[in-house]
C-alpha cells in the first residue's frame, strides 16, 4: 500500500501563495488517481481537486478554480498543489489522498480514495 506525506503548509497573508506536496512511498505511484481535500475547524472535508494517473486531466472544486493547479510527478512520486491568491476561507487542514483505480477517471469524493495522508495546516491571515 502507499502511504502519503504533506508538506509546504503554513501561515500566509491573504492574496499570498503556498505550494503543496504530497510524497508517496510504498507502491506504484503512477497507478493512483490523487485528490486534494481540506477540512476548515467545524466543517466536513471537502474536494479542493484531483488528477488522473498520468497528471493528463485534472479538476477543481468551484471554490478553487482559477486559483489552485496540481500537478504530478511520476518520476518523483509526488504531487502538488500550487494555490495562489489566497483568502480566509482557503484556512484549513489539507490532505492528500490516493485512489487505486483501474481507469483514468477524476474522483471526487472522499470515499472513494484508499490513502490519506495525514495532512498539512494552511493558515490565511487577512
Known amino acids: 500500500q502507499v502511504q502519503l506525506i504533506e508538506s509546504g503548509g503554513g501561515l500566509v497573508q491573504a492574496g499570498g501563495s503556498l505550494r503543496l506536496s504530497c510524497a508517496a512511498s510504498g507502491g506504484t505511484f503512477s497507478s493512483y488517481n490523487m485528490g486534494w481535500f481540506r477540512q476548515a475547524p467545524g466543517k466536513e472535508r471537502e474536494f479542493v481537486g484531483a488528477?488522473?494517473?498520468?497528471?493528463?486531466?485534472?479538476y477543481y472544486a468551484d471554490a478553487v478554480k482559477g486559483r489552485f493547479t496540481i500537478s504530478r510527478d511520476n518520476a518523483k512520486n509526488a504531487v502538488y498543489l500550487q494555490m495562489n491568491s489566497l483568502n480566509s476561507e482557503d484556512t484549513a487542514v489539507y490532505y492528500c489522498a490516493a485512489a487505486l483505480v483501474s481507469t483514468g477517471v477524476i474522483l471526487t469524493r472522499d470515499l472513494q480514495y484508499h490513502y490519506w495522508g495525514q495532512g498539512t495546516q494552511v493558515t490565511v491571515s487577512s
Open positions: 488528477t488522473t494517473r498520468s497528471g493528463g486531466r485534472t
